[in-house]
T-cell receptor, first 116, second 114 residues
């Protein structure tokens, strides 16, 4: 149990286009999901906290208008990278909080975004 | 602010060797400490955790003890296997912050050779 999926696993897009990444909790309801960004050989950086039914809370330095987050239901959060540029190329990872397991976070496998 | 520093890799060991991955932290409150593992092509998985000073987390032969006096949470395993090859992340969360936010170290890649 407590599986989190992400779709797509890889995406390549042209500069200026928008890309949507989905994060789903498959067998539990998650009122809170997190979005992280990971650069090569670097740590995961928290981008934002996504709460079902309310606006996301962004970390300092993360552009709200570029990284749109929607937590539409208790099992789905989406991250849309708008007007993507090559510097947005990265590995994006989501996690979902499983409160029954004492607030343990379960992570998705990640999405590799490459902007040409 | 809160931060985590862990030893840089990569680390390469032979099977049955002893493993230590160092992790130290800086926190304003009384954080919970975690080790996550990321196997190739998979998401991060919780390996073990400790929520207060002197607690020892353990799982799959791995251990780490929450040392408040040295602000450390070093990961150890007495005899590694090839299947332990993965990237290991040390992390903390500060419950006083009122959320489950995690702060991660940079990760240490471990390769175990037969």
């Amino acid at each position: 149990g407590a599986v989190v999926s992400q779709h797509p696993s890889r995406v390549i897009c042209k500069s200026g286009t928008s890309v949507k990444i989905e994060c789903r909790s498959l067998d539990f309801q998650a009122t809170t999901m997190f979005w992280y960004r990971q650069f090569p050989k670097q740590s995961l950086m928290l981008m934002a906290t996504s709460n079902e039914g309310s606006k996301a809370t962004y970390e300092q330095g993360v552009e709200k208008d570029k990284f749109l987050i929607n937590h539409a239901s208790l099992t789905l959060s989406t991250l849309t990278v708008t007007s993507a540029h090559p510097e947005d190329s990265s590995f994006y990872i989501c996690s979902a909080v499983y409160r029954v397991r004492l607030n343990e976070q379960f992570f998705g496998p990640g999405t590799r975004l490459t902007v040409l | 602010g809160n931060s985590v520093t862990q030893m840089e890799g990569p680390v390469t060991l032979s099977e049955e060797a002893f493993l230590t991955i160092n992790c130290t932290y800086t926190a304003t409150g009384y954080p919970s400490l975690f080790w996550y593992v990321q196997y190739p092509g998979e998401g991060l998985q919780l390996l073990l955790k400790a929520t207060k000073a002197d607690d020892k987390g353990s799982n799959k032969g791995f251990e780490a003890t929450y040392r408040k006096e040295t602000t450390s949470f070093h990961l150890e395993k007495g005899s590694v296997q090839v299947s332990d090859s993965a990237v290991y992340f040390c992390a903390l969360s500060d419950p006083q912050g009122g959320s489950e936010k995690l702060v991660f170290g940079k990760g240490t890649k471990l390769t175990v050779n037969p």
